[in-house]
């Protein structure tokens, strides 16, 4: 099972927001680099993933 490290920015996407979307999680789009495009693509349901923010909220 592989583990992720997810970074967002509180002004695209706020803890909020992802709170709220639960368990299900939601689609992330805009994201331009593809290393991360295929990272994203790559992770299954059920892996192990820490999210954090950048800057303040």
Not at 30 to 40: D, E, H, K, P, T
Not at 46 to 53: L, M, N, R, V
């Amino acid at each position: 099972m592989a583990h992720w490290l997810l970074k967002s920015e509180p002004d695209d996407w706020s803890w909020a927001e992802q709170v709220a979307k639960g368990r299900d999680g939601a689609e992330w789009t805009g994201i331009r680099n593809f290393s991360a495009q295929n990272n994203l693509r790559a992770m299954k349901k059920g892996e192990q993933a820490f999210f954090y923010h950048t800057g303040k909220e």
